[in-house]
């Protein structure tokens, strides 16, 4: 809505947000061109003002300002002949400096730093033409560095370092191309020089031989493939330089034999897995003889039909009849050939106290989490002994900004679980827990 003069438009013109009818757009014309201030509203509050700059000649010109919705000051940076140009500030709603950087002919170039909400250093990058050419993170501090990298084209390119919080020493080394994780990457234990992992990268994805050491003795505990991000081939897990456990994969879900040993390297379980469930006979056996303890059968992985178990001395210690995971039919024998009360074949690994009071109780909120506003659930993979001792902790799915790390300690802290057991024995197992990180 404004004037016409001679067919061309002149003075202030506004312009409204439909069905509400509130101010949106302001503008001043000459000669049917924008000359001089230029106002944007919000939608939801009228006459707040959430832009503010000017025009000459119809290009943006002199200093524009953004506004968050409380009013406080968003971006603020300068128009020369419709091309960005000169200093440029960015701040969060509470009034702290987010970004500073420099526009020459509408691209960055120079030095552009973030920061974090207490007004430390979070980033530097160094720019040319609009181009990134390097960066170096920092942590929440503002002097401790957390990662340096280089760029080609914009994307991150070439050596990629991430350093620990405490020690400043580093603790990912890799490749970057294109932007994605490629070639070989390490990642060492927090604070020293030793070697965490080993693992290859294809087009920002796991692909190739990885290696997983423990913190101790550097002893391989894990080594296997993947396979355009997915676990794949055959993997081994080693227990104080021992297999343990071998297990069939096939991109991403069990698929094959999964075997467990005993520390003579004899088979003690055995299944078979289609798709990522058990499928098939499963079977254990006595340690230390190789006896058969347990023989039975699953089908979409849940125990189905005849399930036997045997003393050590080969005679009958349980026959039941199971249909689609359910027992139907059971009974317990002595081992002089007696029926005894029946007892259940598994009772599942638990917890020793209200688990999700321990982690709300004990979970400290990563900082760097809080100033990103990252969130999410952190699930922890960890093995519980027959005698419930937890050990062999591993991030399943993680979120990063040191949530990961953080789910660890909590997990570490936990006490001993009550082991589950198996024909009424105590056994090891695998277990999973999520954790979530909310904001308030």
Request: glycine fraction near 10%; avoid cysteine.
């Given at each position: 809505m404004g004037v016409y003069a001679a067919d061309k438009r002149v003075g202030e013109w506004k312009f409204f947000y439909p069905v509400s009818e509130k101010p949106r757009l302001?503008?001043?014309?000459?000669?049917d061109k924008r000359n001089g201030v230029f106002t944007q509203y919000d939608s939801v509050v009228s006459g707040r003002i959430i832009t503010l700059g000017s025009f000459k000649n119809d290009k943006e010109d002199g200093d524009w300002k953004q506004y968050h919705g409380n009013g406080k000051l968003k971006i603020a940076?300068?128009?020369?002949n419709g091309v960005r140009e000169g200093?440029?500030?960015q701040y969060d709603s509470n009034g702290a400096i987010e970004h500073v950087g420099t526009y020459v002919n509408g691209k960055y170039e120079g030095r552009f730093l973030e920061y974090y909400a207490?007004?430390?250093e979070h980033r530097v990058l160094e720019c040319s033409k609009g181009k990134w050419l390097t960066a170096v993170k920092y942590y929440r501090?503002?002097?401790?560095?957390k990662a340096d990298y280089a760029f080609k084209n914009g994307m991150a390119s070439g050596p990629y370092t991430v350093y620990d919080s405490a020690t400043g020493m580093a603790y990912i080394k890799g490749h970057m191309a294109n932007g994605k994780t490629e070639g070989s990457w390490i990642v060492y234990f927090p604070g020293s020089e030793r070697i965490g992992i080993e693992f290859s990268c294809k087009d920002g994805l796991k692909d190739g031989n990885a290696v997983y050491y423990d913190s101790a003795r550097q002893n391989v505990v894990r080594r296997g493939a993947y396979n355009a991000g997915k676990i794949d081939g055959v993997w081994k897990y080693y227990r104080r330089n021992k297999l343990?456990?071998?297990?069939?994969?096939?991109?991403?879900?069990l698929s094959g034999q999964y075997l467990i040993y005993d520390s003579a390297g004899a088979v003690v379980r055995r299944y078979n897995y289609q798709n990522g469930v058990r499928e098939g006979k499963g079977q254990a056996f006595y340690e230390g003889t190789g006896k058969l303890w347990i023989d039975g059968s699953y089908t979409h992985g849940s125990l189905n039909g005849a399930l036997k178990c045997y003393y050590p001395s080969g005679k009958l210690r349980r026959q039941e009849l199971y249909k689609n995971g359910v027992s139907v039919a059971g009974k317990c024998f002595s081992e002089s050939g007696k029926e005894v009360p029946y007892y259940k074949f598994i009772s599942a690994a638990a917890p020793s106290n209200d688990l999700n009071y321990f982690v709300n109780y004990n979970l400290v909120y990563p900082l760097e989490a809080r100033d990103a506003k990252v969130q999410g659930d952190v699930k922890i993979g960890f093995n519980v002994s027959g005698k419930g001792e937890i050990s062999d902790i591993e991030i399943v799915k993680g979120i990063g900004s040191g949530c990961d790390e953080e789910a660890i300690r909590i997990i570490e802290q936990m006490p001993d679980w009550y082991p589950e057991t198996i024909d009424g024995k105590p056994v090891a197992s695998y277990e999973t827990y999520t954790i979530r990180f909310r904001l308030d």
């Open positions: 302001s503008f001043m014309f000459e000669n940076y300068k128009y020369e200093p440029l500030q207490n007004g430390k501090d503002g002097k401790t560095r343990w456990k071998e297990v069939n994969w096939d991109t991403g879900r």
